[in-house]
């Protein structure tokens, strides 16, 4: 595993030597085997955990682990408590939503602050698979379906390569100790209908569905980059005038007879919706 | 149902008021119904059957069936018996392919020779959803997402606007017999465990599961289009001299970091498989 780990790392550039990292850790067997392997290394690293404090005392138990293992290691920790129900209902967006955005922002603040190069998510290569049915399900274009990234602007998923068997097994052969997630929200409603219903059935069609899976994806993401570079010179071709004062080309827009879909996904930096841009689209048609 | 399928062939212009039809009949429930639907209409139409001889007296049963609602209709019968199992044999195939290489190029051959505008075959919307699933268990890259299209070359599908739901209430309203198709193959099996256990499962995620999958094919078919466009300009541009004596050139091949998915697409019709095509690039870049 602590091999794999290293190879892993160095065959995907996620880290140069010299790096400081920033562990994002839940205090779950993924991050906290991801911390011990990284304890294991010469990188130097520190430890964030979110309280999101949904689960009462077991989230402040939780925090007490997370601070525990820093301790023990001897990292910086850095933890902070959100009130994630106000933010969801604030910005009327899901509680799922808000954790996530209350995460991410503060993970880049930290890196700001105190000069993290990269910050490392504990995603194993199950989550993939779970992913892409999660995301078929909800109907979200290539895009989810194109994977989990290695490497992604700062952040880093240097656990990716490992199954959630593997990472199990090692932390039992190493006695890592861990939190059980006892949380039964959506997310975990969702991800356990994937992984302990759905997925076995796929395997009755193909027993090394997830490894398939996870090529399938490789091979999208190769296909999403080719589409990409052809929406950019679509996107070229119907600019009159460029961003910060936009004027697109309407007739350019109707000769091209493209899908929703693909003005959608060039319209994507000014922030519409698919169905503002449907409507945008029948009135362009309706003119004469 | 009439009014549904009139509409959908008028809205997908999938044929002209003096086109002659070849209406290909299993005999299964879905087909039957869309015999009954075009006897509704002034379209000219034949039917064609295969006799695969897979199920012995039943596949007999089968063609005397459609044989008879042939005769009924006073339509043109066409029927052909097929040596499936030693086709299969010969080109070491399975034998749903060779069903499905000797039932088209059949239609085809029907076409030429008694000048059919069109060739109908009865898939329903519900076999979109099911075809997307087992294809992403196969691993067929974007092209298997794209769904079955309403028309393509001379195929047209006329029903592919009614579920499998709608198709049954239609015929026991309209009191239309038809053939239930007793084969277990493994098309059969596989059909069967995405119908009634995988689907029902991803109802539970997302309840208009079907809608979303049945949209989902068409955003990744205009995805797949604008892929094929940037594919086939990057095709252009590595090409020294084009069909029949193809020269590609090695150092823009190289220079362009395209994946072994992207190339395997450019060299489709030279009839690559992709591992060849992984030894061909590796072979490629080993060199100087």
Redesign the interface.
């Known amino acids: 595993m602590r091999e794999k780990f290293l190879e892993y790392i160095t065959t995907n550039e996620l880290l140069e030597s010299n790096h400081k990292i920033l562990l994002t850790v839940s205090g779950g067997i993924d991050s906290t085997v991801m911390t011990h392997l990284f304890h294991q290394t010469d990188y130097h690293f520190g430890i964030a955990h979110c309280n999101f404090k949904l689960r009462g005392a077991e989230s402040d138990e939780d925090e007490k682990f997370v601070h525990n293992l820093a301790m023990k290691f001897k990292k910086r920790f850095h933890i902070k408590k959100f009130n994630t129900n106000e933010y969801s209902l604030k910005n009327n967006i899901s509680i799922q939503m808000a954790a996530r955005d209350l995460r991410y922002s503060w993970f880049n603040e930290l890196a700001t602050e105190f000069s993290y190069d990269r910050i490392a998510i504990a995603h194993n290569c199950d989550d993939i698979v779970e992913t892409l049915l999660?995301n078929?399900?909800?109907?979200t274009?290539?895009k989810g379906?194109t994977g989990i990234k290695p490497l992604q602007d700062l952040i880093i998923r240097p656990v990716l390569f490992a199954s959630r068997k593997e990472i199990k097994e090692y932390a039992s052969l190493e006695n890592i100790k861990y939190r059980e997630d006892s949380s039964n929200d959506d997310i975990k409603y969702?991800r356990n209908?994937?992984r302990h219903?759905?997925i076995p059935?796929?395997e009755?069609?193909?027993p090394s569905?997830s490894n398939?899976?996870i090529?399938?994806t490789?091979?999208?993401n190769?296909?999403?980059k080719?589409?990409n570079?052809?929406?950019k010179?679509?996107g070229d071709a119907i600019t009159i005038q460029k961003a910060p004062n936009p004027i697109l080309s309407i007739p350019k827009i109707l000769s091209l007879r493209?899908?929703s879909?693909?003005l959608y996904d060039l319209l994507d930096e000014y922030g519409f919706t698919f169905s503002d841009v449907q409507n945008i689209y029948n009135t362009l048609e309706g003119e004469p």
């Open positions: 999660i078929l399900a909800r109907g274009g290539i379906l969702q209908l994937v219903k759905i059935l796929f009755k069609l193909n569905f398939t899976i090529q399938e490789e091979i999208l190769s296909t999403y080719v589409y570079q052809e929406l010179r679509i493209m899908t879909q693909v």
